[in-house]
């Protein structure tokens, strides 16, 4: 409604500055035709098919004011009425009548200034009362069309009729049609009281995007609208299908605001098995600036829980933005005096900062965090997510990197990382992680030309690397206990490598490190009389190791072609080898390593190292001349592609990769060769399938204490390898929209804010006070009917199988043999169906399964979902609106799982 009177006010002035001033405006694209005013005989003059500016005849001005006006050039001039050209047309004709002062558009009449546009089937504007009409026009049948259509920008108006009085700006509008944020009006009167004031009676407003068949909305006699601040009702009823309801309210408040404003957040009500009756997600919305904001919000329960969230997003164009959750619960379970009371104090800390690649090209900073309570995903009141019942882990990483331009050029990161475990609930932090490298240094290298040859090619590179670990407990989490076991140390490395090409078809490289390790902690190991054990005593202070190694490789590369017949489906196989020979030589460092006695008699002593158990590892005590051997393989086939129009192959891969790797120990007085490990890898589908196989083959024999012994398997009676262990896995992510079942590609947009997989497996997330999200992916494209029989049922397929061999010591057992599915299918454009479940072939018995259900009611959903087995056995029902303005008219019902207490 504000639109639309507005800019009536615009085009008011327009045709006042045309008419009753001697003024002139523009057709489209044609020139001036000015009315002809020299005809007394008839006060009526017609133009058919001409789009003119008319201007007032000349025997109606008595006097022309620019002869008895002085020009007084102190005076300042006049800001002219108009401040851009205005278009008018009409198809049929315009009609100047000179009796009544009245200037008429019909048919398809159009009038434009700046960025308004009017249409309608027949505007008319009386110069002298100043008002202007405008409405629709019969056709030939006698039914009205071309109703007025008022544009501005995005924003539309469509009433049956207008009219306006500039002198008092009063206005009033029939069957008005617009759009306030998320609602959409129908008002049988508008009555524009000022600038800012407008009353509509007999309204209708709704979500709905069929105004004129809404599947629900609300009735009110009257409102009053502040465009830009608020909405407010009298007795508003709700009416579904068109059918009223019993519900309603005797007023309603809407805010109503084009840019973000602070304000309460109304909360959901309910109960819940273990924690009473609860009032969910109730709080306060700041909108801080442009720039940033902050949602908090608040939940209790009528048995004493109560948690606390904030959640701020921040954005800088071109440079940065990012996202900070923070998540504190104080949960009780059951009652005080009960042989189950437990009560917890759970909190959850995530933050998401990313830099725009453009906002400095020499430096960037990125975090995501992820960190807290190890069990706050599965005892949460407020989220229901079994993907993160079953994630085991918690991770996060805060980067920065920088890079010093030069020559040679350095480049620095200092990172800090997190790892918890949320079953043993131990924590690996590293607070921070310093490294700086300096770029690759040939100091016998030309300054122009190739670097070609062993002596030319030389070159050495410096880094090192700073690092405060810590390895605790959740409990000891920034208390005194993590900081007394904190580790430092720094690595210094400088690695001298060149290689060279032999006999033009094998690559050489070799090369050697310097290593030096610098520690602020070492330990010492001695026996304690008292508790009878040895015990590793920290000591506190500088100290140092330093390493060298040296290391050769050659290699080469085999390429081989298997061609077969042009007019075959398969056309050729393509087979590349890279096999591989590697030296390294390592040498003992005993000056480091010391004894003690393991028992109260001190004869009997042991040899260690001070720097056992430090962030880079100890120096080594045993020499090293190790022998490495590779071989890695690929396959690719040329197939017909009978889609290409000119008849080219298209090449098909078949195994990504197929490696055997093993290496020989010529120091080593037993047991020199290292078991084989075999992996292996391919896609299938167009990449949709990815397989991948590996195996660990031992050529050795075991005793018969299942230990390894100086004996070929082969010599003892066995094969050449003893398979010891091996593993298969299969990940299969596909649907209908895929390239390959004809439709196109899309992301899966899947959010992890919860602790979650980024997969499906195991559905999606639910917030418990906000289920407007539907839970099969995103189903909120609307797309044309097909018809009531269709064929194509949009779905979606993960498919992900495990298996797990293990024959290190004769168990001869399948560890692991587990297969997960999850779908959903669209049996019709409104109803939807899903299922998450997997069977486990070593317990024999079905894995977590859950059903869901989903219909589509346009403006509304409502969705079941059910997990009928298992130790997550739930169920939850839910219909609601999906509009976020009305997000509290809503009915759920739900039984959630069991917390999870460990």
Do not use: C
Not at 842 to 848: C, K, L, P, R
């Amino acid at each position: 409604m504000r639109t639309n009177i507005f800019n009536i006010v615009f085009i008011l002035f327009t045709f006042s500055a045309i008419f009753s001033q001697k003024s002139t405006a523009q057709e489209f694209n044609k020139k001036y035709v000015p009315v002809n005013s020299s005809t007394p005989k008839d006060s009526v003059a017609t133009t058919k098919n001409a789009t003119a500016t008319t201007s007032v005849p000349k025997n109606e001005a008595k006097k022309d004011p620019k002869k008895d006006v002085k020009t007084d050039t102190l005076t300042p001039k006049e800001k002219p009425l108009l401040e851009d050209m205005v278009y008018r047309k009409a198809k049929d004709y315009e009609k100047l009548d000179l009796k009544k002062k009245e200037i008429t558009l019909y048919n398809e009449a159009e009038v434009k200034y700046q960025d308004f546009e009017l249409t309608a089937g027949k505007i008319v504007f009386n110069y002298e009362t100043n008002e202007i009409s405008a409405g629709g026009i019969k056709d030939s049948v006698g039914n009205m069309h071309q109703f007025p259509v008022f544009k501005q920008g995005e924003q539309i108006v469509e009433p049956d009729s207008i009219r306006f009085n500039s002198k008092t700006k009063k206005a009033l509008v029939w069957k008005s049609r617009t759009s306030q944020g998320e609602f959409r009006i129908k008002s049988e009167l508008t009555k524009k009281e000022n600038d800012s004031v407008y009353f509509m009676k007999d309204v209708i407003f709704t979500t709905a995007k069929d105004l004129d068949d809404p599947e629900y909305y609300f009735k009110t006699r009257k409102i009053k609208l502040v465009p830009g601040k608020k909405v407010i009702t009298g007795v508003t009823n709700m009416v579904i299908a068109d059918v009223p309801t019993p519900l309603g309210l005797p007023f309603a408040f809407f805010p109503m605001s084009e840019k973000a404003e602070s304000g309460f957040i109304f909360p959901s009500f309910g109960d819940t098995n273990q924690q009473g009756y609860y009032i969910q997600n109730g709080g306060y919305y700041f909108a801080i600036s442009d720039k940033v904001d902050l949602n908090v919000l608040g939940d209790y329960y009528t048995n004493g829980s109560w948690g606390l969230r904030l959640n701020s997003s921040y954005a800088q164009r071109y440079k940065y933005n990012g996202r900070v959750l923070v998540r504190y619960e104080n949960n009780i379970f059951s009652e005080k005096g009960l042989p189950d009371y437990s009560s917890s104090k759970m909190y959850n800390i995530q933050w998401n900062h990313n830099q725009d690649s453009k906002a400095n090209p020499s430096s960037r900073f990125s975090a995501s965090v992820n960190l807290g309570s190890s069990q706050y995903f599965r005892q949460t009141n407020n989220t229901y997510n079994v993907g993160a019942s079953m994630n085991n882990t918690m991770s996060s990483s805060i980067s920065y990197q920088r890079t010093f331009e030069g020559v040679p050029q350095v480049n620095m990161s200092l990172t800090a990382t997190h790892s918890q475990s949320t079953n043993t609930k131990e924590i690996n932090m590293t607070l921070p992680t310093l490294q700086v490298n300096v770029d690759r240094v040939f100091p016998f290298a030309p300054k122009f030309g190739a670097k070609k040859g062993l002596i030319k090619n030389l070159n050495l590179t410096y880094s090192v690397r700073g690092e405060n670990r810590v390895r605790t407990h959740e409990d000891f989490f920034f208390k005194r206990e993590m900081f007394d076991s904190l580790n430092t140390g720094f690595q210094h490395s400088i690695p001298i490598s060149t290689n060279f090409k032999l006999f033009k078809y094998f690559s050489v490289t070799a090369g050697g490190a310097f290593n030096e390790v610098w520690y602020f902690n070492t330990i010492k190991k001695e026996y304690n009389p008292e508790k009878n054990k040895v015990e590793d005593i920290r000591v506190n202070g500088f100290d140092s190791y330093r390493t060298y190694n040296f290391n050769a490789s050659i290699g080469t590369t085999i390429y081989g072609t298997f061609n077969f017949s042009k007019d075959a489906k398969l056309q050729a196989i393509r087979h590349v080898m890279r096999p591989s020979v590697g030296y390294s030589y390592t040498p003992s460092f005993e000056k480091y390593y010391d004894t003690y006695a393991i028992d109260a008699t001190g004869q009997t002593m042991q040899e260690y190292t001070r720097f056992q158990g430090g962030i880079f590892g100890a120096p080594g005590k045993t020499m090293s001349n190790m022998m490495n051997f590779g071989l890695s393989n690929t396959f690719e086939a040329k197939v017909r592609d009978d889609e290409n129009e000119k008849g080219e192959a298209k090449k098909v891969m078949l195994l990504n990769s197929l490696n055997f790797s093993t290496s020989y120990n010529m120091s080593a007085d037993s047991l020199k060769w290292s078991p084989m490990r075999v992996s292996a890898g391919t896609s299938l589908f167009k990449e949709k399938m990815q397989i991948n196989f590996g195996a660990t083959l031992d050529p050795y024999a075991l005793d018969n204490n299942n230990r390894r012994i100086d004996t070929y398997n082969i010599n003892n009676g066995g094969s050449l390898f003893r398979l010891t262990s091996a593993n298969v896995t299969v990940n299969w992510s596909m649907s209908s929209q895929d390239a390959m079942f004809g439709g196109a590609a899309k992301d899966n947009q899947n959010s992890v804010d919860n602790g979650g997989r980024p997969d499906d497996l195991f559905g999606r997330s639910m917030e418990l006070g906000d289920n407007r999200k539907s839970m099969l992916g995103n189903q909120d494209e609307e797309r044309d009917f097909e018809g009531f029989f269709n064929a194509k049922l949009p779905w979606d397929l993960t498919f992900a199988y495990s298996l797990t061999y293990n024959n290190s010591s004769r168990q001869n057992e399948i560890v692991n043999n587990s297969v997960m599915v999850s779908g959903n299918v669209e049996l019709t454009p409104k109803w939807r169906v899903g299922v998450s479940t997997g069977y486990d072939f070593v317990q024999q018995g079905v894995t977590f399964t859950q059903l869901r259900f989903e219909r589509d009611l346009m403006s509304w959903r409502m969705d079941f979902s059910w997990v009928p087995i298992g130790p997550y056995q739930s169920w939850g029902f839910f219909i609601g609106i999906r509009s976020s303005m009305l997000s509290d008219i809503k009915w759920e019902k739900r039984k959630a799982p069991d917390k999870i207490y460990r």
